[in-house]
Structures are given as C-alpha cells and as structure tokens.
C-alpha cells in the first residue's frame, strides 16, 4: 500500500481545509484509514480514523469541526476541516492499517503541513 496525502496549507482561524489522502497497491486489505498530527517535540496524535464498514472516530479537541469520510471507488479518504483554530496547527500524517498475507501493516504517508493563523 502507498498513500499520498495532500491539502495542507496556510488559513486563518474559522476557516477550512480539505486533506486528501489517495491509497493505491493492494487496497483491499485496508482496514482503517486515518489522520493523524504532529507538532514539534510532540508525539503524533490520532486526529480522526475510518475502518473499511465506516465507523468513524475523532480526536475529542476536533468532533464537531472535523469529518473523516471515504471515497472508496477512488480509495481515496478526506478529511474535511472546519472552524479551524492556531491550536490545528501541524503536520497532518495519512496513515492505513491493512491485511496482507495474513499479517497487520501499517503504512504513512508522507505529512502535510497545516498552519492555522490567529
């Protein structure tokens, strides 16, 4: 599994950004999608995930403001961003946990960086 992440940018607070993460190799194994962030000298965080039946779940500082979803003819996941505030600020990691040959893998993207403007 590759994934390429994109859609980061600079914005100003109570604005919005879409990040798009393309998954492509053997996509059928994957079991859950996810964003997560990192901020210097900060450990990465889990921000919002998706598994392959669709249930969702979110960082408790981002529900209501941020909505993971899955484009699966494009094996493509979003992360809708809105109502983005300074403390959104960071590297914005796709990550895919996925089957294959009967073992559990785990892929990154490579980040994207979001900044979020006071």
């Known amino acids: 599994v590759q994934l390429q992440a994109s859609g980061g940018g600079l914005v100003q607070a109570g604005g919005s950004l879409r990040l798009p993460c393309a998954a492509s190799?053997?996509?059928?194994?994957?079991?859950?999608m996810a964003w997560y962030r990192q901020t210097p000298g900060n450990e990465r965080e889990l921000v919002a995930e998706?598994?392959?039946?669709?249930?969702?779940d979110y960082a408790d500082s981002v529900k209501g403001r941020f909505t993971i979803s899955r484009d699966n003819a494009k094996n493509t996941v979003y992360l809708q961003m809105n109502s983005l505030k300074p403390e959104d600020t960071g590297t914005y990691y796709c990550n895919a946990q996925y089957r294959d040959y009967g073992a559990m893998f785990r892929k990154w993207g490579q980040g994207t960086q979001v900044t979020v403007s006071s």
């Open positions: 190799g053997s996509t059928s194994g994957i079991v859950v």
């Open positions: 998706v598994t392959s039946g669709g249930s969702t």
